[in-house]
């Protein structure tokens, strides 16, 4: 019998490393909302976010894509980064108003990717500058953050974690414009983004 066909693969590294992921998220909220545990929570926050990239290198690099994990992958990156924000927000980490502008964007276009899946059976693919845009933001509100919430070198974070939110905040919408041409494209089936370029 031959081996099943790369992306049909499920039990695969990368995706466990995104299904650990996405467990974390109730531990690292848990954390923030909790003063006693706070700065804890807040490093966790940052860990799990900052290994987005850990997932999708080592499918690539061991040869363990999979149609799961290109859900999977970015699934885990909304969740955790909306998750996050939340807690954020309810411990007087980061305002409300920077949060949303985040979460709308991200639930929009998680909502529209997932119609486009379940009805086109396509997807689009992550763009660069979408993936440069999100370490720009984490960077921001893990900044925001610290510095919020008066620890050591709060006001160099401040002021660092609002120059790169101005600029992330940018990026991500204009990667949203970009993403909405692609979305179009797929959904008028113009474009096949199920399928890898490089086959």
């Not at 848990?30 to 850990?54: C, H, N, S, Y």
């Not at 080592?58 to 999979?66: C, E």
């Not at 998680?110 to 999100?134: D, F, N, Q, Y």
């Amino acid at each position: 019998m031959s081996e099943p066909a790369e992306t049909d693969r499920v039990l695969t590294i990368p995706n466990l490393i995104s299904s650990l992921r996405i467990a974390l998220i109730p531990v690292f909220v848990a954390l923030i909302v909790e003063p006693d545990t706070r700065r804890a929570g807040l490093v966790l926050f940052v860990v799990v976010v900052a290994t987005d990239w850990v997932d999708g290198a080592l499918a690539r690099a061991t040869g363990q894509v999979s149609d799961l994990g290109k859900v999977l992958d970015p699934v885990a990156d909304r969740l955790a980064i909306a998750a996050g924000l939340i807690a954020l927000v309810v411990a007087d980490a980061f305002p409300l108003w920077a949060a949303l502008l985040i979460l709308v964007r991200d639930v929009t276009v998680l909502i529209a990717g997932l119609v486009l899946l379940s009805k086109r059976r396509a997807r689009i693919e992550v763009r660069h500058l979408g993936k440069v845009a999100t370490f720009s933001l984490m960077t921001a509100i893990a900044c925001i953050a610290w510095g919020s919430l008066g620890y050591p070198l709060a006001p160099a974070a401040l002021v660092c974690g609002w120059a790169v939110y101005a600029v992330g905040i940018v990026e991500y919408y204009v990667a949203t414009v970009l993403y909405v041409g692609d979305l179009r494209r797929a959904w008028r089936g113009t474009i096949d983004r199920s399928v890898d370029p490089s086959t």
